[in-house]
């Protein structure tokens, strides 16, 4: 691939091609977070997201060993290393790309949530929503019923409350998905 000359007809065109990118996905999480006027909505995608902090998956961790006993350990104990992976990629990418969340350009976003850091790019919550969620069905398929719905909770949670964009949910999205496949190739 030939690198962009800065100032070529083809830069200026990928910048344009850029900038009404990101001002369409300004526009759906600014939609996104017309849900968040309406107080049982607001309260819903909180309490997904702050589920969504660990402690649904941990809890969901603990019910598969309580439930399948010595069977479950290898796959839990990968699942959780598998997380703290995800922290690591996250957090890396986050520090590297320095995008700010939606709520720090756009005032008219209703917060109800406060973040857990200052960037937004990738979404961590949904990396791990992703990343749990296979696993656990891969290892319960049973619980496919419980888990989708509250990884779709949690991954769309992020856009209502204004904190994240599409690219974000969706970065994570893919690089959950990308993990819960290494990891489960280890089992």
């Given at each position: 691939?030939?690198?962009?000359?800065?100032?070529?007809?083809?830069?200026?065109?990928?910048?344009?091609?850029?900038?009404?990118?990101?001002?369409?996905?300004?526009?759906?999480?600014?939609?996104?977070?017309?849900?968040?006027?309406?107080?049982?909505?607001?309260?819903?995608?909180?309490?997904?997201?702050?589920?969504?902090?660990?402690?649904?998956?941990?809890?969901?961790?603990?019910?598969?060993?309580?439930?399948?006993?010595?069977?479950?350990?290898?796959?839990?104990?990968?699942?959780?290393?598998?997380?703290?992976?995800?922290?690591?990629i996250y957090l890396t990418i986050k520090r590297r790309t320095a995008r700010l969340r939606p709520l720090n350009r756009n005032q008219r976003l209703e917060i109800s949530v406060a973040p857990l850091d200052q960037y937004s790019f990738p979404s961590g919550h949904t990396l791990h929503a992703v990343n749990f969620g296979i696993q656990l069905v891969a290892f319960q398929?049973?619980?496919?019923?419980?888990?989708?719905?509250?990884?779709?909770?949690?991954?769309?949670?992020?856009?209502?409350?204004?904190?994240?964009?599409?690219?974000?949910?969706?970065?994570?999205?893919?690089?959950?998905?990308?993990?819960?496949?290494?990891?489960?190739?280890?089992?």
């Open positions: 691939m030939i690198p962009l000359r800065a100032g070529s007809p083809a830069a200026e065109r990928c910048a344009r091609v850029l900038q009404a990118y990101l001002g369409w996905e300004a526009l759906v999480t600014e939609r996104c977070n017309r849900a968040h006027r309406l107080r049982v909505l607001r309260a819903l995608f909180a309490t997904a997201s702050r589920l969504g902090d660990g402690i649904g998956w941990y809890v969901l961790a603990l019910l598969m060993l309580v439930l399948h006993g010595a069977s479950a350990v290898v796959p839990m104990a990968l699942m959780i290393a598998s997380g703290g992976v995800g922290v690591l398929p049973a619980l496919f019923w419980l888990v989708l719905p509250f990884a779709l909770l949690v991954a769309s949670s992020r856009m209502v409350l204004g904190l994240h964009y599409l690219s974000d949910v969706l970065v994570g999205a893919a690089i959950g998905l990308l993990l819960a496949s290494l990891t489960l190739s280890l089992l």
